[in-house]
């Protein structure tokens, strides 16, 4: 901040001395905080889905959150965007098929995914799975972009592996053999390769829509095809009178999960960069469990315990590098 000079000599206060340091020190812990908000905002989306599961469908609860998420972010995202519209209108022409491709795999898929799981497995599981998620960039990262795989890696996710096996088997390796596991647990699992495919595809977004501005336009780009999606769905299973409760998680999910969370996050890590946010969402899976058994009475069993261990040590190897960098 820019101090104006002082025109006539004042007295300093005693503890002046002490506010340029104070202030440092919470100018270097704010992006921290904004970190562990948003994890725990996208925590509270995992527990909430699981909540209102009876009242809202994976893809209406899907189309309501982002429907009600673009127009909280509209008022503050479009007068930007309209006062550069030449510019934002030729990214839109010219790089539509990207854009598609992350309004898609981000907005929708990964999200009916997640709650698709959500409606058959524990919200404690659901979050701790989450922890593959580095595990799934990796490969991902290597499958379209041909990034380097170490033996490091390798084994980082055969351990992470272990891990998977572990909880989704809830302890018992037979259900492993006999393919008796929760199907929710299947779902999860595979929506952490859209969600990785569409964060490598994310390197190549056009500069020209920063932060919020790329997720406005992401957002807006999928209201149609969830909008169809929610239609189909809610033509084949029967609509639930939601409870105020209900509504109450979903204007959650919208402007805490979607808009406060993509916020913070964007803000961190314009200050931290990406490497050090990155390592950030381990604390997704312990405020997961956490609010879970707070509001959803779930039970911890010790198998989340071992399979979580096995996720975490095997990310630490596969991500040491990175760390290091």
Same mark, same amino acid.
């Given at each position: 901040?820019?101090?104006?000079?002082?025109?006539?000599?004042?007295?300093?206060?005693?503890?002046?001395?002490?506010?340029?340091?104070?202030?440092?020190?919470?100018?270097?812990?704010?992006?921290?905080?904004?970190?562990?908000?948003?994890?725990?905002?996208?925590?509270?989306?995992?527990?909430?889905?699981?909540?209102?599961?009876?009242?809202?469908?994976?893809?209406?609860?899907?189309?309501?959150?982002?429907?009600?998420? @673009?127009? %909280?972010? *509209?008022?503050?995202? +479009? =007068?930007? $965007?309209?006062?550069?519209?030449?510019?934002?209108?030729? &990214? !839109?022409?010219?790089?539509?098929?990207?854009?598609?491709?992350?309004?898609?795999?981000?907005?929708?898929?990964?999200?009916?995914?997640?709650?698709?799981?959500?409606?058959?497995?524990?919200?404690?599981?659901?979050?701790?799975?989450?922890?593959?998620?580095?595990?799934?960039?990796?490969?991902?990262?290597?499958?379209?972009?041909?990034?380097?795989?170490?033996?490091?890696?390798?084994?980082?996710?055969?351990?992470?592996?272990?891990?998977?096996?572990?909880?989704?088997?809830?302890?018992?390796?037979?259900?492993?053999?006999?393919?008796?596991?929760?199907?929710?647990?299947?779902?999860?699992?595979?929506?952490?390769?859209?969600?990785?495919?569409?964060?490598?595809?994310?390197?190549?977004?056009?500069?020209?829509?920063?932060?919020?501005?790329? @997720?406005? %336009?992401? *957002?807006?780009?999928? +209201? =149609?095809? $969830?909008?169809?999606?929610?239609?189909?769905?809610?033509? &084949? !299973?029967?609509?639930?009178?939601?409870?105020?409760?209900?509504?109450?998680?979903?204007?959650?999910?919208?402007?805490?999960?979607?808009?406060?969370?993509?916020?913070?996050?964007?803000?961190?890590?314009?200050?931290?960069?990406?490497?050090?946010?990155?390592?950030?969402?381990?604390?997704?899976?312990?405020?997961?469990?956490?609010?879970?058994?707070?509001?959803?009475?779930?039970?911890?069993?010790?198998?989340?315990?071992?399979?979580?261990?096995?996720?975490?040590?095997?990310?630490?190897?596969?991500?040491?590098?990175?760390?290091?960098?």
């Amino acid at each position: 901040m820019r101090h104006l000079p002082y025109t006539c000599a004042m007295p300093t206060p005693p503890n002046t001395a002490s506010t340029p340091a104070s202030t440092s020190a919470l100018r270097r812990a704010f992006p921290y905080l904004l970190l562990v908000m948003t994890n725990l905002f996208w925590a509270g989306n995992w527990v909430t889905a699981r909540a209102v599961r009876e009242s809202f469908h994976p893809f209406a609860l899907t189309f309501w959150r982002w429907f009600i998420a @673009v127009l %909280v972010m *509209a008022p503050f995202v +479009l =007068p930007g $965007m309209l006062r550069n519209w030449p510019v934002i209108r030729a &990214v !839109l022409v010219r790089r539509w098929p990207l854009l598609t491709a992350l309004s898609f795999l981000g907005v929708m898929l990964f999200q009916c995914f997640v709650y698709l799981g959500l409606q058959h497995t524990t919200a404690i599981n659901g979050v701790l799975l989450n922890s593959t998620m580095p595990i799934s960039m990796i490969l991902v990262a290597w499958a379209i972009d041909r990034e380097t795989v170490s033996a490091r890696q390798v084994v980082g996710v055969l351990v992470s592996l272990v891990g998977i096996v572990e909880i989704v088997t809830r302890g018992e390796l037979s259900r492993w053999a006999s393919i008796e596991f929760n199907v929710g647990d299947a779902w999860i699992l595979a929506a952490m390769p859209v969600w990785a495919v569409y964060s490598v595809l994310l390197r190549r977004r056009p500069p020209e829509l920063p932060g919020m501005q790329l @997720v406005f %336009v992401v *957002a807006v780009m999928a +209201l =149609p095809l $969830m909008g169809a999606a929610y239609a189909i769905e809610a033509q &084949v !299973l029967p609509l639930a009178t939601p409870s105020w409760p209900a509504v109450a998680g979903v204007l959650y999910v919208a402007l805490f999960a979607s808009v406060a969370a993509f916020a913070c996050w964007n803000a961190a890590v314009a200050m931290v960069g990406p490497n050090v946010a990155g390592f950030s969402i381990h604390l997704l899976p312990a405020f997961g469990a956490m609010l879970a058994m707070l509001f959803l009475g779930e039970r911890p069993e010790w198998f989340h315990l071992w399979g979580v261990i096995a996720i975490l040590i095997g990310v630490g190897l596969a991500t040491l590098n990175a760390r290091r960098a």
